[in-house]
């Protein structure tokens, strides 16, 4: 599985940006996928999962309720909506897959990360 994010990008406090990442490959379906940040000087964190199917979904207490995780299997594509940003939302987000979902950072396929700033 080969990952592409894109959507980054800057945006004031209190304000949304929507990320996409594309997956290449046939296993896709089946694939949970997740989104990780990191941001300057911090370990990566996770964010969000969705299962292969859709019917799982767990996000990080910090992101709850204001974030969206959704897949589109029909285009290969997993999405993260982030509504009412906030200045510490600010970091390189990742995409990433595997056959389980999980909140580690121990995923086998990764993005290439896309730059979320938000200003305050």
């Known amino acids: 599985v080969q990952l592409q994010a894109s959507g980054g990008g800057l945006v004031q406090a209190g304000g949304s940006l929507g990320l996409s990442c594309a997956a290449s490959g046939r296993s896709f379906s089946t694939s949970a996928m997740g989104w990780f940040r990191q941001a300057p000087g911090k370990e990566r964190e996770f964010v969000a999962v969705i299962s292969g199917a859709g019917s799982f979904i767990y996000y990080a207490d910090s992101v709850k309720g204001r974030f969206t995780i959704s897949r589109d299997g029909a285009k290969n594509t997993v999405y993260l909506q982030m509504n009412s940003l906030k200045p510490e939302d600010t970091a390189v987000y990742y995409c990433?897959?595997?056959?389980?979902?999980?909140?580690?950072?121990?995923?086998?396929?990764w993005g290439q990360g896309t730059q979320v700033t938000v200003s305050s």
């Open positions: 990433a897959a595997d056959k389980v979902p999980g909140s580690g950072n121990n995923y086998k396929y």
